[in-house]
């Protein structure tokens, strides 16, 4: 059974930097595309970023292009997003996931697994 830990969120002041992680157990996931999404308080979840499985495609939301950055380490079975400038419209819990099906580019936001998620706040 696939299990996700994120880490690394807390309270920051607005054009601060985090640095969030993601551990993955329980499948191979040098083979898996992974992203992060996040959710704030009565809004719907959104896609924040992802990368394929070797680390050569990223995609990124719009909202946080040129300000965050997704990375991983396939030896670790770790995700990783370097946000920065951050902004308070970013506070939300950020989750990790990872795709349903190996070797893809492009993250479903149908299939897969989910972190617990990590609260982010950012303070004016």
């Known amino acids: 059974q696939v299990h996700l830990v994120e880490s690394g969120g807390g309270l920051v002041q607005a054009g601060g930097s985090l640095r969030l992680s993601c551990e993955v157990s329980?499948?191979?996931?040098?083979?898996?595309?992974m992203g992060w999404f996040r959710q704030a308080p009565g809004k719907e979840r959104e896609f924040v970023a992802s990368?394929?499985?070797?680390?050569?495609?990223?995609r990124y939301a719009d909202s946080v292009r040129g300000r965050f950055t997704i990375s991983r380490d396939n030896a670790a079975n770790m995700l990783y997003l370097q946000m920065g400038s951050l902004k308070p419209e970013d506070s939300a819990v950020y989750y990790c996931?990872?795709?349903?099906?190996?070797?893809?580019?492009?993250?479903?936001?149908?299939?897969?697994?989910w972190g617990q998620g990590t609260q982010v706040t950012v303070s004016a």
């Open positions: 996931k990872i795709d349903g099906q190996p070797w893809g580019i492009y993250i479903s936001e149908t299939r897969g697994d």
């Open positions: 329980g499948r191979t996931f040098s083979r898996y595309v």
């Open positions: 990368l394929n499985w070797n680390g050569r495609v990223a």
